[in-house]
């Protein structure tokens, strides 16, 4: 694959998802936008073009895996079973690591294994319970939601989304928040769907792999992924502009962000221009009724309560529009005045990170107001890894 004088490989198969929800569901000028870039969403709803989930060589002998089932009860059951096993202890870690890959999970496919591409792209289901990752970067939330659900009687397990492996991991204190925050709702991964949000074009076609992979484990991990690519949270839905971190290439261009003023944007600064690509914006609102089974026109009672909506925000400067907006809505109020749990996590940057910004003075009031309504609020610390 090409590279760019920028560091981005040019992307010449996938494209953005984005697109084909903008024809289906938002403005009339988004969808003439939309429209502009037909063949992006004729090759995002047939499933067109060719990709290679995983670089390593992938053997001419390599099966095709299909869609796994969900069956979240079978997956609690080995979960129950092997940590109650007397062999499971850290001494016989590698023995757990084959139950969990031949018992809780009857298929994870390695890197030898050549994968479907999940179809369609931005497949939304509404669930009961959901979290929305608003910043995914390169999926690593997603990874610690899966890891949240292994086995915790021989050590700390990983399973890598991006290896495609399983083995013994480091204490990892995002994982322990998960594993501790699903258990005061009484809830296991299996209970969630996951909604990524991520507008560098850098990685879609890598977190398109990932929703591939998920969906080829059996049972599935989760109750279902998407990514929103080439997307952004903002403070009303329509295409905007992603300045880019061009710079931080160790740290996956964390810098990326909607404000032009942010501090790696300036960075990555050439000929007098800032790198920008044109995405997708979302509100918390609008990606609310999306994916809440509970907001659904249809719901039934029971769908209307007792549901859980974990929120985090990492997107470097647009957190105070995002947060204005779903003040304004009351939509998380409303959700949890209903009967639900909201979880919101979210990371703040001062001017000195993002440049200017008149919403930084307002935020602490529209904190305090979700607060007061219930919601269920945490400062992100930075390094959410």
């Known amino acids: 694959m090409p590279v760019l004088k920028n560091g981005f490989t040019k992307r010449t198969k996938r494209r953005p998802t984005s697109y084909a929800h903008a024809v289906t569901g938002v403005t009339g000028v988004i969808i003439m936008m939309a429209m502009f870039h037909m063949n992006y969403l004729q090759l995002a709803i047939d499933g067109g073009g060719n990709f290679t989930v995983s670089e390593a060589a992938i053997s001419e ?3 095709t895996i299909t869609d796994g089932a969900i069956d979240k009860e079978a997956i609690k059951a080995s979960r129950k079973a092997i940590n109650k096993s007397d062999s499971c202890n850290k001494k016989d870690a590698d023995a757990v690591i084959n139950r969990v890959t031949s018992e809780m999970f009857t298929r994870v496919p390695t890197q030898t294994d050549q994968i479907d591409e999940h179809s369609p792209r931005l497949d939304i289901r509404k669930c009961k319970n959901v979290i929305l990752d608003f910043g995914a970067n390169v ?3 997603l990874n610690h939601v899966v890891d949240s659900g292994l086995p915790t009687c021989a050590g700390e397990l990983h399973l890598d989304l991006h290896k495609r492996t399983v083995g013994p991991d480091k204490w990892n204190r995002v994982t322990k928040f998960l594993q501790g925050m699903m258990k005061n709702t009484n809830h296991s991964p299996e209970d969630y769907c996951y909604y990524g949000v991520e507008g560098n074009p850098h990685f879609t076609e890598r977190l398109q792999g990932l929703e591939d992979y998920i969906h080829s484990i059996n049972p599935k991990p989760v109750e279902h992924a998407a990514f929103f690519t080439e997307s952004v949270g903002t403070g009303e839905v329509g295409m905007t502009k992603l300045f880019l971190d061009t710079v931080n290439t160790k740290q996956n261009f964390w810098g990326s962000s909607i404000m032009k003023g942010h501090q790696d944007v300036t960075k990555s600064i050439t000929a007098g221009e800032a790198p920008y690509h044109d995405v997708m914006g979302y509100t ?3 990606i609310m009724d999306m994916t ?7 719901a039934t009672e029971e769908d209307k309560t007792g549901g859980h909506l974990l ?8 957190e105070y529009a995002l947060t204005q907006e779903v003040v304004a809505s009351k939509a998380l109020c409303n959700y949890v005045a ?7 996590i979210i990371e703040t940057h001062s001017q000195r990170v993002t440049g200017p910004n008149p919403l930084i003075h307002k935020f602490k009031k ?3 107001e979700l607060i007061g309504c219930g919601v269920k609020w ?5 390094h959410w890894n």
């Open 139 to 141: 999926g690593d939330t």
């Open 61 to 63: 002998a390599a099966i």
């Open 292 to 298: 809440l089974k509970g907001l659904d026109e249809n």
């Open 311 to 318: 929120l985090k925000v990492d997107i470097e400067g647009g």
């Open 284 to 286: 918390i609102t609008k």
């Open 338 to 344: 209903m009967g639900n749990t909201a979880n919101v």
């Open 366 to 368: 529209w904190r305090e």
């Open 378 to 382: 945490q400062t992100l610390q930075a």
